[in-house]
């Protein structure tokens, strides 16, 4: 027994079916591999050196130099203050250092008796006069001590900030690192930190340094010991003074 329906219903099926089609296709067309976040912890890559990563930037190196008012010039230790900034700025400086002098403070006039001082030490590490700019100021706040500030920007490497704990460390629904054994978002990050900071050049992060020259005249004396076959070891006769004495044995 066939059922018959009214030609109405039968176009409505019709319709009903190509429009299921329809979004079946194009179910599948906006179907995505990725999974849902379900915390902040879960953007972060699970690496610690991408999440805390170390990058190479600018900083000034700021160096306050201490002057009483009732004395100009410098002290030894601060002369040997002077003398190490004017060494560091040959060696990574990559601006002018600027020198920042107080006014209107009870020890302006020794602090510009003082800067001549500073000046005159720059110049005889090897700083020329246009490597030094001189500023003024005048401190917000009367009550802290004015100081001359030396400082000059560098490249440095950094990473962090640190201490940042989004999610708890316990077990908890709500933390994705636990249910999913991820390390927690500060993971890392000190020893990212620490290790910018020992860095002496911070080109080294980025490319390693060209090999030096290799000592042509110590290689070839030893090639030719070595083509006449006689012994390459190198002998040291002051080891010999250096012993313990046998008496007593």
Not at 126 to 137: D, K, L, M, N, S
Not at 189 to 195: K, L, W
């Amino acid at each position: 027994m066939t059922t018959r329906y009214p030609a109405a219903f039968s176009k409505r099926l019709c319709l009903a079916l190509a429009l299921a089609g329809v979004s079946l296709a194009l179910g599948a067309c906006n179907r995505t591999t990725q999974p849902e976040v379900t915390g902040s912890l879960a953007l972060a890559p699970e690496d610690y050196r991408l999440r805390h990563p170390i990058v190479i930037q600018e900083s000034n190196r700021s160096t306050e130099i201490f002057v009483g008012s009732a004395r100009g010039g410098l002290t030894a230790a601060q002369r040997a203050d002077v003398i190490g900034v004017g060494r560091t700025w040959l060696a990574d400086g990559t601006g002018a250092i600027i020198a920042e002098v107080p006014v209107n403070t009870p020890n302006a006039r020794a602090a510009q008796e003082s800067l001549r001082e500073i000046q005159s030490l720059l110049a005889q590490v090897g700083i020329p006069a246009r490597g030094v700019t001189v500023r003024q100021y005048t401190p917000e706040n009367p009550r802290l001590f004015a100081t001359i500030r030396l400082k000059y920007p560098r490249i440095v490497a950094d990473a962090g900030p640190c201490g940042t704990w989004p999610e708890d460390l316990g077990p908890s629904v709500k933390n994705p690192s636990y249910l999913e054994n991820r390390s927690y978002y500060n993971f890392g990050c000190s020893y990212q930190r620490n290790m910018a900071a020992m860095v002496d050049n911070p080109a080294d992060l980025i490319q390693p340094r060209p090999e030096t020259p290799a000592y042509t005249q110590r290689r070839t004396a030893q090639f030719e010991k070595y083509r006449k076959g006689n012994a390459t070891a190198i002998t040291y006769p002051e080891n010999d003074k250096a012993k313990l004495s046998d008496v007593g044995k």
